[in-house]
C-alpha cells in the first residue's frame, strides 16, 4: 500500500502555473471516517495573483476570499451554482495565488469514492472540478484546511516518481481570459474532465 508523505509548505510558496504543473501526479488525500480516499491529480488549473480577470484574487479582498489571501498550502473551498470547487493556495500571504484541482485519477478507496459522488465508472468519478468534491467529500467546512498537515482530515501527498507528458491547454468553463494556458494535463488520463 502507498505511503502517503504531505508535501511541505514551500512546495506551494512558488507561481500557480509552476504549482500547477508540479501538482501533476501528487496524491490528493481525504480522511472520511475510517475510511482514507486517495486519487492521481491528473489535470490542475492556474489563476494567477495579479492580472488574472478570471482569478478570485484579482477583486479586493472579502470574507469569502480571505483564504486565498492567507498562507500557501491552504484549501480555498468555495461553491460555484451547486458544486463545491478545491483551490490550494500558493505564493503566502497577501498574495492570492491558486490553483484549481480539476481532475484526479482513484488510486485508493474508490468504492467509497462512486459512493459519494454516484456514476458507475471509476475513471470518470473525480474528472472534474464539482465531481472530484462530491468523490472527496469536499465541502465548505473544508475552507482553510493546511493541505501540508499529514494528520490533518485533507492533504496533499508526493505521489510515486513516474514519467508521463504534461499537456498544457487554455482553462476550460470560464468567461474571462479563457484564452491563457494555464491548464496542466496528464496526456492520455482517462479521469481528465475534458478532453
Known amino acids: 500500500m ?7 509548505p514551500a512546495f ?8 500547477a504543473r508540479a501538482l501533476l501526479g501528487a496524491r490528493l488525500v481525504r480522511r472520511v471516517g475510517d475510511a482514507v480516499l ?7 488549473e492556474a489563476y494567477l495573483s495579479a492580472g488574472d480577470a ?14 486565498l489571501f492567507g498562507p500557501a498550502g491552504r484549501a480555498y473551498v468555495y461553491r460555484l451554482r451547486q458544486y ?11 498574495v492570492p495565488g491558486a490553483v484549481l484541482l480539476r481532475a484526479v485519477e ?5 468504492e467509497h469514492m462512486l459512493a459519494l459522488g454516484g456514476g458507475a465508472d471509476v475513471r470518470r468519478v473525480a474528472s472534474g472540478p464539482g465531481k472530484l468534491c462530491r468523490a472527496f467529500a469536499v465541502d465548505l467546512t473544508l475552507n482553510g484546511a493546511d493541505l501540508t498537515d499529514a494528520d490533518g482530515p485533507l492533504f496533499l501527498a508526493a505521489g510515486p516518481p513516474e514519467a508521463f507528458e504534461v499537456r ?7 468567461t474571462r481570459a479563457q484564452a491563457a494556458p494555464l ?7 482517462a479521469s481528465i474532465s475534458r478532453p
Open 106 to 110: 482513484p488510486v485508493l478507496g474508490a
Open 54 to 67: 478570471a482569478a478570485h484574487g484579482a477583486r479586493p479582498m472579502t470574507q469569502r476570499t480571505r483564504v
Open 38 to 44: 486517495a486519487g492521481r491529480i491528473v489535470e490542475t
Open 84 to 94: 463545491a470547487l478545491l483551490d490550494v493556495t500558493t505564493e503566502g500571504p497577501g
Open 168 to 174: 498544457v491547454t487554455p482553462r476550460v468553463g470560464i
Open 2 to 8: 502507498e505511503v502517503f508523505r504531505a508535501l511541505p
Open 183 to 189: 491548464r496542466f494535463v496528464v496526456a492520455g488520463s
Open 12 to 19: 506551494f510558496d512558488q507561481p500557480p502555473p509552476m504549482v
